[in-house]
């Protein structure tokens, strides 16, 4: 008997990519998504083994931003924050940090060295 497989699509529906910037440095990321999913997109070899729950339970994947519309810094959790254009991500979680390092790095290289897959 054959298992029955479903695709899920990684992303939801996007039609162009908005600029965001994280830790000051700019990024282009699909539209109506989660926070946590962009980062994913931005790094797909490394968010996917972060300790995230996806439910808002684990807090692995707290962020400081401001969005478009304030001025206000705000703690927020990126499994639950949907994207908007402009928006501004401040301080990244531990988790956050390690996953996205390759995003700062000055040799990515170096990075794969380090941590070989």
Request: with cysteine; hydrophobic share 30%.
């Amino acid at each position: 008997m054959e298992e029955a497989r479903f695709e899920i699509p990684l992303f939801r529906p996007y039609q162009k990519l908005v600029h965001i910037s994280i830790q000051g440095k700019p990024f282009s990321v699909p539209e109506n998504n989660l926070l946590l999913r962009c980062f994913q997109f931005l790094c797909p070899d490394t968010i996917p083994y972060g300790r995230y729950c996806w439910n808002e339970e684990c807090q692995y994947c707290r962020v400081s931003v401001t969005k478009p519309d304030g001025k206000k810094v705000t703690q927020a959790l990126s499994c639950k924050l949907m994207i908007e254009e402009g928006l501004q991500v401040h301080e990244l979680s531990e988790e956050l940090t390690w996953n996205l390092r390759r995003l700062f790095s000055s040799n990515p290289e170096e990075d794969s060295l380090n941590n070989p897959s």
